[in-house]
């Protein structure tokens, strides 16, 4: 018996140490082998998730592109943000932060493990030993799917020469419905909508966190902005949002256009814009950066006072 | 606790350890280690389903022991009815009384009288069907003087709880389980391996053909009204490899899981999908529960040497049985009935014991007629599938009849990625073409182990293991254990 015990004991680890040895090479071929080519004119980036997505039009906004994803948590913007720091010609990236970064919502995109699966199969190569082990004590149970569904589309991915995830990284994406009047009716009906629990805010800012130092690592400025919500959006965790920033985000310019004056027929929801609010908010955008809002000291102050001006201007427009 | 899963695979080697370390050379501990493993096993799902199985131990084995001294008929047929009435009312109540009651109320108010009566919140404890017509088997063969009733709690405790088959199968006789217990195992080395590759070749069925044809089984009949004809049919031939190899692979892993432990079980699948014609298609799946139903319904009945009306008659009673077996659903029922419908035409024309044979058994390919015989059960098995695997009566009617609409000459399309549905396509075909290979044997690689050089033989097993590796999915449950 012991006969038995001793080869199947070798068999089994020896087929184990190929698998881990295959799963290193194909990590380190992938990596080297994905490229993420960016467009030259294209010197500006939109991380985040739905919000941003909806909101910033870089068919308008010239220089940028919207490379956020609806429901993507920082740590997979981390991935993506170290496969595309390749082009060097990017200057800046614009990343979300809104009141819904630290709901337990979006700790959900976390959570979650299909939406996770299906993300890492994309940004796996990219993943540090750190993240990996992060994914780890996440999902102890489901690791090793994950490594296998990762690895399989790798592979495949590999034979076939597909050597850009591009159409999985997210773009800005056209919202064509306006939902305000119902949600609103809803509202004065006394719906009342279930408020998430705010989460420890240091779980769900640590890649965001890991994200400014890594840009700054090499050389990419960074922004925080909030994209336009509408005023019946929660925000009853705008003390704890800037208490943030204020502490452990304090070397970081916040550019807040959450307030940006828009009707309500340009709202898809209360979080997101519609397309007719989209071509408003990136026409603005887009001549503020040609006014040069990077080159300015106070870039926030600058966005405040340019806010301030939109807004009367549409209040003349609608008067 | 399920097969493919690291619990498991941390459960085993221990087991097995303990056995044949502590247990050597003694027989009574090792029936002692296989019992409180497997109520460990069992257990692991809910405690309380350890009652009921130990209830239904107790009551059998306290029968059988009066059978074997009990020799008035009347007082005999008493205590094979104590039996029945323990082990069915159970399943009954646990399986079927709801359904049973929705159906009455569902008659009655048919018939203009509204019932009121609540459903009760009844959890259905894993493997009761299997391990109740194990026990059944058991005091029917000791009642009717087959077999010796035992004096050996202990290896009759281990009878109808040995954790490999407890579960889902196969459905073990007490003529060939139980005296395997009270015999010295030494352990086997050639035997162990076989057990090993076994296991291997029944996870690589569930694993990889299994459960990710379950993917895509599930997205086809969970949106069959989104989609067309033709692809609801490749739907349900995705269930087709679905069901079998999860079914098939579970049989495999628990036959060769035995093995480890010096234990044999009776084969449960003969490569089914290689039949020529419904009755070889029955011979061949789920031999362990045809094989029952024969012998302790069918032959009872009158078999077919009654006459052509009553054995039409016990031919329906057997499939509809059958099918109610599998679930308390009208699906199931369905499902049996649409097998006695194919079967009766063979049986009718007395060909049902034509093909009798392994197909193409000195041939490396089928012929022809072969190959139309084999298209032709799979698609008709493959049919009465669809109601195997309906959420309902309605689904399962509606997604028929769509495909036999014109949506059918119409592209296949599902949405769903093609890295999953390509390889699985690679997958199945070359699944096929192994069974093909070993279609002799007891499982399909079973030669390997004797013909293969090392080298070759060791590459296969690897090739798999990578398979396993790179198309594990989560942990999917039996789908025999909801029955």
Redesign the interface.
Known sequence: MKLFIVKIVKVLLSFVMCIFLFVISLHCLRHEQLNYKLDKEKEYLIMGHSHPEQAFDDGIILKCKNLAKSAENYFFTYQKIKEISGNHHIKAIFIEYSNNVLTSGVDQWLSNFDRVNKASQVHSPFMSLEDIIYLYRRFPKEFIQLVSTSTRVNLIDLILQRNSFKSNYGGFTPNTVSNIDSLLTEQKQGVQRKEEELLDPNESILYLIKILDYCSEIGIKTFLIRSPQHLKFSRSNEEQLRGILKNELKNVAFLDFDRFPLLDEEYADFGHLNQKGAVVFSTWFNTLLENGLLQKDNKAEMVKVEIEKFRKKREGEND | MLFNS?DFAIFLPIVF?LY?YLGKNNVRLQNYIVVLASYFFYGSWDWRFLLLILFSTLVDYSVGRRLGIEERPNKRKFLLWISLIVNLGMLGFFKYFNFFQDNFIAAFTFMGRDIQANSLNIILPVGISFYTFQTLSYTIDVYKKRLNPTRDLMAFTAFVSFFPQLVAGPIERASHLLPQFYKDRI?D?SK??DG?RQILWGLFKKIVIADNAAQLANEIFNNSSDYPGSTLLLGAIFFAFQIYGDFSGYSDIAIGTARLFGIDLRQNFAFPYFSRDIAEFWRRWHISLSSWFKDYLYIPLGGSRNGKWLSIRNIFIIFLVSGFWHGANWTFIVWGGLHALFYLPIFLFKINRKNTDVVASDNIFPTFLELYQMIFTFGLTTLAWIFFRANDLNHGISYFLTIFSSSFFTLPRINYSK?LIL?LIAMIIGFIFIEWIGRKDKYAIEKIGLVWKKKYR?AF??SL??ML??????DQEFIYFQF
């Open positions: 690291i350890t044949w352990f080395y162990a391996v090993m890295m390889p060791m097993y690897y293991f990578f590796f790179l198309f594990l999915g989560k």
